[in-house]
């Protein structure tokens, strides 16, 4: 199974902040990558596909890039909505793996 | 609207057997691939279970392979997950999700917990 490293597990940051968060695989995957956004009690929500496409009603502050093995989140100017927890998840083959997640927390 | 709603969960013992289901509407349920993910107490997510928009492929988490079976209703537009051999490590949130163009997870349910305990 593809291994899935995450950074970091958790980060504190204010509102404005740029933020970034990275995932590495443990062996190429082209783009099949995926970036999903959690609050605390609801179902995880699609942000990012294919490595670096917004998926639609995204607001633009997110982005993804990355290819084969690296791969990151990136928050331009992070809002008040966007403290939760994200995790990458690869879909190159099965077993799909998800990254541990990593926890935006309020500085 | 496209929904996803799962039902089925509760409280079963250890060895047992649950099958929880998903409801879908708001899409053409047969022209997707679907999935099953899972998320213990306090943990990250967990892929568990896929299956084709025929149901002729399946891929199960090792963790559950040979106790788990998915399968799909593309006349009643619904998805499921038959659960033998429950351990308390089986305990968890199960979120039914679809699977779009690129392998996005692009839609999820609420979820519907599933707890192993005597």
């Known amino acids: 199974a593809i291994q899935m490293t995450q950074s970091p597990s958790s980060l504190s940051a204010s509102v404005g902040d740029r933020v970034t968060i990275t995932c590495r695989t443990s062996?190429?995957?082209?783009?099949?990558l995926g970036w999903y956004q959690q609050k605390p009690g609801k179902a995880p929500k699609l942000l990012i596909y294919?490595?670096?496409s917004l998926q639609s009603g995204v607001p633009s502050r997110f982005s993804g890039s990355g290819s084969g093995t690296d791969f990151t989140l990136t928050i331009s100017s992070l809002q008040p909505e966007d403290f939760a927890t994200y995790y990458c998840?690869?879909?190159?083959?099965?077993?799909?793996?998800f990254g541990q997640g990593t926890k935006v927390e309020i500085k | 609207e496209v929904q996803l709603v799962e039902s089925g969960g509760g409280l079963v013992q250890p060895g047992g057997s649950r099958r929880i289901s998903c409801a879908t509407s708001g899409f053409v349920f047969s022209s997707y691939q679907m999935n099953w993910v899972r998320q213990a107490p306090g943990k990250g997510l967990e892929w568990v279970s896929f299956?084709?928009?025929?149901?002729?492929?399946?891929h199960h988490a090792d963790s559950v392979k040979g106790r788990f079976t998915i399968s799909r209703d593309n006349t009643k537009n619904s998805l499921y997950l038959q659960m033998n051999s429950l351990r308390a490590e089986d305990t968890a949130v199960y979120y039914c999700?679809?699977?779009?163009?690129?392998?996005?997870?692009?839609?999820w349910g609420q979820g519907t917990m599933v707890t192993v305990s005597s």
């Open positions: 062996q190429g995957i082209g783009n099949d």
């Open positions: 294919a490595a670096s």
């Open positions: 299956i084709s928009t025929t149901g002729s492929t399946e």
């Open positions: 999700v679809r699977e779009a163009a690129q392998d996005a997870f692009d839609i």
């Open positions: 998840l690869q879909d190159y083959n099965f077993p799909r793996t």
